[in-house]
């Protein structure tokens, strides 16, 4: 199971990017698939996680109502948009197969950077 990140580079405040999760190897249509950032000195953090239908998701209360999460099951990708950027989002953001709304996970991708500075 491989996943590999993308859409991840440098923004103004204020600004916005869309990240992408592809799967290689299988189909991510069974799986939760969740977002997860990890910031220099701080422990990882869950972002938001989308259920394998799509129907549901969740949010840290950090990001609600900046990010959304989606998922296109045909294109067999996750996408992360996320709006009114804040320094503070600043970090490297891996994405994670599994089940349960991401509470067990079985794959990540090696991450991609997203810097939010002026």
């Known amino acids: 199971l491989q996943l590999v990140e993308s859409g991840g580079g440098l923004v103004q405040p204020g600004g916005s990017l869309r990240l992408s999760c592809a799967a290689s190897g299988f189909t991510l249509d069974r799986y939760a698939i969740g977002w997860f950032r990890q910031a220099p000195g701080k422990e990882r953090e869950e972002v938001s996680c989308?259920?394998?239908?799509?129907?549901?998701?969740d949010y840290a209360d950090s990001v609600k109502g900046r990010f959304t999460i989606s998922r296109d099951n045909a294109k067999n990708t996750v996408y992360l948009q996320m709006n009114s950027l804040k320094p503070e989002d600043t970090a490297i953001y891996y994405c994670?197969?599994?089940?349960?709304?991401?509470?067990?996970?079985?794959?990540w991708g090696q991450g991609t950077q997203v810097t939010v500075s002026s």
């Open positions: 994670a197969a599994g089940w349960a709304m991401c509470a067990s996970l079985i794959s």
């Open positions: 989308i259920a394998s239908s799509g129907s549901s998701a």
